[in-house]
């Protein structure tokens, strides 16, 4: 698997993704949804 790393700011919070870590257990728009918006921004 190829490893990806994607960064999200808002300048003041930066969201550090990787997909190696990632268990697409959803619990990030579960718990947050008005920050975690996967259909808007992946
Ligand atoms: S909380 Fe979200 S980003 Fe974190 S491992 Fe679960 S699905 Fe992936």
Redesign the pocket.
């Given at each position: 698997m190829k490893e990806v790393t994607k960064e999200y700011t808002n300048g003041e919070v930066t969201i550090v993704?990787q997909n190696a870590?990632?268990?697409?257990?959803?619990?990030?728009?579960k718990?947050l949804p008005e920050v975690?918006r996967p259909r808007e921004n992946p």
């Open positions: 993704w870590l990632c268990t697409h257990s959803a619990n990030c728009v718990g975690f």
